[in-house]
């Protein structure tokens, strides 16, 4: 497999389920990220790991919980979600200089995880 | 707050009829602009990265523009297969996330 990977591709849920989106990015980058990207609306910066540190949280609502166990994956973990919610999710990565921190800024992105919450 | 609106919302054109898309950006310094192309059910794929005002970026028919205000990118003669969304982002001098625009829709009729 090559470049970053989502699963599940759909995903339908109930407001009461606890589900997870997987990411896993095979580019040797050090920096992961969540997007939610909604209908003629800009994409929204979720959460940033770099070097499997969160740096960015972007005011998201707790029923979202990220998770990076290593630099190749990224987890995130959905309950109690609104209907509100339903979107495209994109997980993306990126190679940072680990020094200054600052990014080679060219994100690769996944091809996203639908979520429709009923 | 750094900001970024691309125009129109929705461009129809026809096989070989040359078009711009705008990206009018507000930034605190910017570090960088980026336009990706994005096809249905897939996500963002890199085009170009643009640093500086008047700096010119080319690849087949698209060509990349950028001045202190905003960023075209030139369709030429555009194809069927050129028909996508076409997203603008930038990223402040301090700080490490992008800021996107809502897109431009582009189809190119046969």
């Known amino acids: 497999e090559t470049g970053v990977t989502q699963t599940p591709r759909h995903l339908v849920m109930g407001m009461t389920n606890k589900k997870s989106l997987k990411c896993e990015q095979h580019?040797?980058?050090?920096?992961m990220y969540w997007y939610k990207q909604s209908a003629k609306k800009p994409l929204e910066l979720m959460f940033v790991?770099?070097?499997?540190?969160?740096?960015e949280n972007n005011s998201v609502p707790s029923r979202f919980s990220p998770e990076c166990p290593n630099s190749s994956h990224l987890f995130l973990h959905l309950h109690t979600l609104q209907p509100e919610d339903s979107a495209l999710y994109l997980c993306?990565?990126?190679?940072?200089?680990?020094?200054?921190?600052?990014?080679?800024?060219?994100?690769?992105f996944g091809a996203g995880s639908r979520l429709t919450v009923l | 707050e750094d900001q970024v609106t691309q125009s129109p919302e929705a461009l129809r054109l026809q096989e070989g009829e040359s078009s711009s898309l705008n990206c009018s950006y507000t930034?605190?310094?910017?570090?960088?602009l980026f336009w990706y192309r994005q096809d249905p059910g897939k996500g963002p794929e890199f085009l170009f990265t643009?640093?500086?005002a008047g700096e010119e970026k080319e690849k087949e028919r698209l060509k990349a523009t950028l001045t202190k205000k905003e960023s075209f990118l030139h369709i030429t003669a555009p194809k069927p297969e050129d028909s996508a969304t076409y997203l603008c982002?930038?990223?402040?001098?301090?700080?490490?996330?992008?800021?996107f625009g809502a897109g431009t829709i582009l189809r190119v009729k046969s």
């Open positions: 580019l040797g980058h050090n920096a």
């Open positions: 790991y770099s070097l499997e540190e969160r740096v």
């Open positions: 930034v605190s310094g910017l570090r960088g």
């Open positions: 993306a990565s990126s190679q940072e200089n680990p020094r200054t921190r600052s990014g080679a800024n060219v994100l690769t």
């Open positions: 982002a930038v990223r402040a001098e301090y700080g490490n996330k992008l800021v």
């Open positions: 643009l640093y500086s």
